[in-house]
């Protein structure tokens, strides 16, 4: 159902539109119109979607890993960037999934599939894949990317003029991260994937796990996932390329690794 508003919301709408460019923890300029809290909102819904549909693990060893590492990572965002907003907790679920993905939604929500664990060796591996994904979250690159993807439909989305109906909710999945069939990764661009993988490295870094264990994990990656095509025929990095541009911080971070507290996520 369309909602009819009066005139001088457009006005403000202009006035988001001018106001609506800030910066990422990187500094890079970002245009995000969408308000937290309705990204958050998007988050939570996306996940009670995956909820239903996907089975979760209750392996009681591996949801032990997967949490205690989730934990350490969030502390260690948190310390990193201390000027940002945060959930006041993340939920954290482990899905019954062969692919090797994970995933954070706004609103604080983190899932990780079993076919992770596979590649992932270490915790610390771990601990990268998560910060990552965890980076894209308090980036806001999901309401960058809606925002791009909508154009205009995100400015009136923040006004309440247009109903849910006709934004669509597949964009809203799309823009989140997560692909027509429940639970699929999709790549954000190539900026975003640079980006998220820096923010990533701080924060295993300042969570006590080894950030040269960040590149490791892509090396096993490319070696589980066979050959990628051309680097400029997708949005998401070549393993070689994310690698690179990982080892451009990797002093930065090791100095950060040797004063933080190591990291002990051990099961028994």
Known sequence: MRLRFPLHLLFILQLALLAGCDETPTGR???????????????????????????????????????CVADKVVAGAEASYPGLAFPERWDVVVFEDSSPNAFALPGGRIGVHTGLLR??????????????????VLADHGNE????????KAGLLVVGLLGEGELGHQQLMQALGIGAQIGISLPFSRTHEEEADLMGLAIMARSGFDPQESVALWRN???????????FLSTHPAHESRIKVLETSMDEALATYENASPADCSTS
């Open 29 to 67: 300029s970002q245009l995000a119109l969408v308000p937290e809290n309705l990204m958050a909102q998007m988050g939570e819904d996306t996940f009670d979607q995956l909820l239903n549909r996907q089975p979760v693990s209750r392996d009681t060893q591996v949801n032990e890993l997967v949490q």
């Open 119 to 136: 590649v992932a060796e270490t915790s610390a591996q771990l601990a990268a894949v998560i910060g990552h994904e965890v980076g894209h």
């Open 145 to 152: 990317r809606l925002t791009q993807q909508l154009g205009i």
């Open 221 to 231: 990656m490319a070696a589980t996932g066979g050959g990628q095509p051309p680097e």
